[in-house]
């Protein structure tokens, strides 16, 4: 994570939108008269909205830790694909 001002953003915003993009580097850009801003990838944001929205459920938030527990003790299911 790297903490930018708003100048130094700004005067470089294609070579730290790229850094954001190319390193999954999460920009954090501090203002002297406002509140600071946190810049990251789109794939990065959904990927982590996505995760929030599985374990609001707490169901989902079992079978997942299920899932966990059983391949962490070495219990192992092979299932065939099936073709299209």
């Known amino acids: 994570m790297e903490v930018l001002n708003y100048t130094e953003f700004r005067q470089n ?3 730290n939108l ?3 993009n190319d ?3 999460i920009v954090i ?3 002297s008269k406002g509140k600071n801003v946190v810049v990251m990838d789109l794939d990065e944001y959904n990927a982590i909205t ?3 929205h ?3 459920s707490e169901t989902n938030r079992k079978r997942l830790q299920d899932a966990i527990d059983e391949m962490n003790s070495g219990v192992h299911h092979s299932h065939n694909l099936i073709e299209p």
């Open 13 to 15: 915003l294609a070579k």
């Open 29 to 31: 850009v501090s203002r």
């Open 54 to 56: 599985i374990i609001k």
């Open 18 to 20: 790229d850094k954001v």
């Open 50 to 52: 996505e995760t929030l």
């Open 23 to 25: 390193d999954a580097e």
